[in-house]
């Protein structure tokens, strides 16, 4: 018999997610944007390490690449925290509850006529002293919990949907908008702090007084270089964390304020906001980090594949019938199919040899064995 087979949870999750690491990484599938991003950001950093960093610690301060690395180190680090954790996916219905949610809406809604639309599936949830809408998700099968969407990317429902980002190649929801929000923040301030150098290295590369040995054109090349790409970066890079910066002091999402959920018509106000920049940058900030509800790494057992042995068949054969059909008319001869076995049934009885054997007699009985006309088809039959 073969043993239980054990699978992880992560292997039978629906959606567009890639898992490595025995599901202890989590990402989306297109993952190519991100791939560029680590090169940039890793690029720059070498052009910077590797040009300005040596003239830069002996002109001015050895703290400065020290300063540089660190800086970078950070920046990784929030970027691989956003791309490999799970931003909050919600897991979908089972079979069971799927159906049971059916049921409900059916009978909330009644039997719709051919040819109208259905009501929206929908339910009303009051937060503070707001009335909030939570959409039913016909792939999920569930209504989404406040300020969740559905991902058309990655094929799930995140809880707190802010978008999803192909520079870091995942979503970003409620478990990892801060480690983003602090990527984008660290390196705004790394692109900043770069540029800024290169501006002094080129400025101080052009003193006559400061050529030293070497190859100044070199490492004014390799400058020029840095600050072309940082110039390019840094309002991309900087204006997001300043949107972004804005959404948190409104306790707002990007989504929210692409749809204008909470624009201020008809008098829809936002309810998760305190009306308080501080209280609403600390809870989006310093709020409790909330645990997966995937389970990635559970274990399921799955029962082995049931084994059909095939039937073998005895080495006894089986007794044979033999078919008779009685006469339909009275004192009529048998079928032609029962004169074999009952020429079989006379040998067995008879001992007489073959030659010298007599021919049983066949159909009703004889008046007379002198008779020629009971002879004639007994003759017959025998030749």
Same mark, same amino acid.
């Given at each position: 018999m073969s043993a239980t087979r054990v699978t992880r949870r992560w292997q039978k999750l629906p959606g567009k997610n890639t898992f490595c690491c025995d599901g202890r990484v989590m990402m989306a599938r297109q993952k190519g944007v991100f791939y560029l991003t680590v090169a940039l950001i890793t690029g720059t950093c070498a052009l910077f390490f590797g040009f300005e960093c040596p003239y830069l610690a002996v002109r001015l301060s050895p703290a400065i690449p020290v300063f540089g690395v660190l800086l970078f180190l950070f920046v990784m680090a929030v970027l691989l925290r956003t791309s490999f954790s799970d931003p909050g996916v919600l897991p979908r219905a089972l079979p069971d509850e799927a159906t049971f949610i059916e049921m409900e809406i059916e009978a909330v809604n009644g039997n719709v006529p051919a040819g109208q639309r259905p009501p929206p599936r929908i339910r009303n949830v009051e937060i503070n002293n707001q009335i909030v809408k939570l959409k039913y998700c016909y792939t999920c099968k569930i209504f989404r919990p406040p300020r969740a969407s559905h991902c058309s990317i990655c094929d799930n429902c995140v809880d707190r949907f802010d978008h999803h980002c192909p520079w870091v190649g995942n979503c970003v929801g409620r478990r990892n908008y801060r480690y983003f929000y602090l990527f984008t923040l660290s390196l705004s301030l790394l692109t900043i702090y770069i540029f800024t150098f290169?501006?002094?290295?080129?400025? *101080?590369?052009?003193?006559?007084?400061?050529?030293?040995?070497?190859?100044?054109?070199?490492? @004014?090349?390799?400058?020029?270089?840095?600050? *072309?790409?940082?110039?390019?970066? *840094?309002?991309?890079?900087?204006?997001?964390?300043?949107?972004?910066?804005?959404? +948190?002091?409104?306790?707002?999402?990007?989504? $929210?304020?692409?749809?204008? @959920?909470?624009?201020?018509?008809?008098?829809?106000?936002?309810? /998760?906001?305190?009306?308080? +920049? +501080?209280?609403?940058?600390?809870?989006?900030?310093?709020?409790?980090? /909330?645990? @997966?509800?995937?389970?990635?790494?559970?274990?399921?057992?799955?029962?082995?594949?049931?084994?059909?042995?095939?039937?073998?068949?005895?080495?006894?054969?089986?007794?044979?019938?033999?078919?008779?059909?009685?006469? *339909?008319?009275?004192?009529?001869?048998?079928?032609?199919?029962?004169?074999?076995?009952?020429?079989?049934?006379?040998?067995?009885?008879?001992?007489?040899? $073959?030659?010298?054997?007599p021919h049983p007699p066949l159909g009703p009985p004889l008046a007379s064995p002198d008779s020629d006309t009971d002879a004639a088809p007994i003759q017959e039959i025998s030749q």
């Open positions: 290169d501006i002094v290295h080129v400025a *101080l590369r052009e003193c006559p007084q400061s050529v030293t040995a070497g190859s100044p054109d070199t490492v @004014s090349w390799g400058g020029q270089q840095n600050v *072309l790409i940082c110039f390019f970066t *840094l309002w991309s890079v900087v204006g997001l964390t300043g949107f972004h910066t804005y959404l +948190i002091t409104l306790n707002q999402t990007t989504n $929210e304020d692409i749809k204008g @959920s909470w624009s201020g018509k008809n008098r829809v106000q936002n309810p /998760y906001s305190h009306r308080n +920049i +501080i209280k609403n940058c600390c809870e989006v900030l310093c709020g409790p980090t /909330y645990p @997966s509800v995937l389970d990635r790494r559970g274990v399921i057992l799955e029962a082995p594949p049931a084994v059909t042995v095939p039937t073998t068949k005895s080495s006894t054969p089986e007794p044979q019938t033999t078919k008779t059909t009685a006469p *339909l008319i009275p004192n009529e001869h048998t079928p032609e199919d029962t004169k074999p076995s009952i020429d079989a049934a006379s040998h067995k009885t008879s001992p007489v040899p $073959e030659d010298k054997k």
